[in-house]
């Protein structure tokens, strides 16, 4: 069967009509859970795993306040640090030669400013201080997405992969052990944040060890433990693919990559000064690059089934009854070709023409009360990394073309081929 409304299970279908994507991601004043098969390979202690809408609401209010924009640009100091030693790599690639990775480069910097917003600023994993930049980060956080599908139809497979030794799991699925390696990580900086009970320390888990308006159940370390973890794999891998995309659009494109440097120039006639996000928003192709990277790398190709409790929902003359597990696919608003005329080609200019009528269309983030958490911070990193770099450096694309780009799987976020996804460049 084809069309907008379409049955892919006994108690699911699948809505492709962007125009009603604002009715199923709705606010809060409509309710909507999540499904709970859906998040059946989600640790249990992760806010993104509660499925209730009131439980859901409880635990992301503990979270919310560190990423408002008002938080954000609060933070902008330890991000510029952070982008800093990122550029002091590329300074050192520029004076040997060597090549870079841009995954690696933005996975280590989102690890490193994500883990001192989680653990604290003296607490983070400081990935960046290390003479050359390993992918571990990179194979663990890529290990998790491509298990999570295969876990969440063979459930049984998580719970083995606890009690196995990892170098065992690791001969069948070498993903587990990359997960594992990171996992590990995570929960001795949680078990340390934790044991600190600070008072004075900004960070998100003593916030929330010491928020008295979530129940003793809220607060244990198991937990925080599964929070911190999804906070860093959420984090890292999303921002940072953008992230390289987007450059890897720019740099193959001279035409755009000339007239953003231009912009850049202009604003930032000494490049040597840190940029503030508030200053770089006011530029209009650089915001419409962003934009044009946000939609085009569509990173998040899972379906994102909502419930509606108490309401039915009407699409396209379908009444669905309320309790119908409904989704839709980021993925496929944002390559709408009766949105985006030739959806699969970066072209920034359509932002400056009709950024008003498409905006309502750039979902990279999902949409409603339980959309994604981090929005502020990604478009910080986006505004302040790419203007700093691009600014900076003169960067060649090596060994590189549109194959290390091109997302084939969908491993809730999506994956190029295997081995595929990396996007080497030369400093300048």
């Not at 599964?226 to 953008?242: C, N, Y």
């Not at 998040?300 to 909502?306: A, D, H, Q």
Request: with cysteine; proline share 6%.
């Amino acid at each position: 069967m084809y069309g907008p409304v379409v049955r892919i299970g006994p108690n699911e279908i699948h809505v492709n009509d962007p125009d009603f994507y604002d009715v199923l991601y709705a606010g809060p004043t409509r309710r909507r859970h999540k499904d709970p098969w859906f998040l059946s390979s989600i640790a249990p202690g992760m806010s993104f795993a509660a499925s209730n809408y009131d439980h859901h609401r409880a635990r992301r209010s503990g979270l919310s306040p560190f990423f408002s924009k008002t938080a954000v640009r609060g933070w902008e100091p330890v991000i510029h640090e952070n982008l800093q030693r990122l550029c002091q790599h590329f300074e050192r690639a520029n004076e040997t030669s060597q090549l870079l990775e841009l995954h690696t480069c933005f996975v280590n910097f989102a690890v490193d400013t994500v883990s001192q917003y989680v653990f604290g600023k003296d607490s983070g994993f400081d990935t960046l201080k290390e003479p050359i930049l390993t992918e571990k980060w990179k194979k663990g956080v890529n290990g998790i997405f491509e298990l999570l599908l295969l876990v969440r139809h063979f459930p049984w497979m998580y719970f083995l992969s606890r009690v196995l030794p990892v170098w065992f799991s690791r001969i069948f699925f070498p993903a587990f052990g990359h997960a594992a390696a990171i996992e590990r990580d995570v929960e001795k900086h949680t078990l340390k944040a934790y044991n600190r009970h600070s008072a004075s320390e900004l960070s998100i888990i003593d916030h929330l060890i010491r928020n008295d308006k979530l129940p003793p159940a809220e607060r244990t370390l198991a937990r925080l433990t599964d929070e911190a973890k999804f906070l860093l794999v959420a984090g890292t891998d999303a921002p940072s693919q953008v992230m390289a995309i987007t450059m890897y659009h720019v740099l193959s494109n001279p035409k755009i990559h000339n007239l953003l440097r231009e912009e850049l120039q202009i604003a930032l006639p000494d490049a040597s000064v840190d940029a503030s996000w508030s200053d770089l928003e006011r530029l209009p192709y650089l915001t419409a690059v962003i934009s044009e990277g946000l939609r085009l790398s569509a990173v998040v190709t899972s379906r994102l089934p909502r419930i509606a409790p108490d309401e039915d929902l009407v699409c396209h003359g379908w009444r669905i009854p309320a309790g119908t597990s409904i989704s839709m696919s980021n993925h496929f608003v944002l390559r709408d070709a009766t949105i985006f005329a030739d959806p699969l080609t970066f072209h920034p200019e359509r932002w400056l023409s009709s950024s008003s009528t498409l905006s309502r269309y750039l979902v990279p983030f999902s949409k409603g009360s339980q959309g994604c958490l981090g929005p502020n911070m990604a478009w910080c990193w986006l505004y302040i990394g790419l203007a700093t770099l691009l600014r900076r450096f003169r960067l060649e694309l090596v060994n590189t073309d549109e194959s290390n780009v091109t997302i084939v799987r969908d491993c809730f976020n999506g994956q190029t081929s295997a081995g595929k996804n990396r996007i080497q460049v030369r400093v300048c």
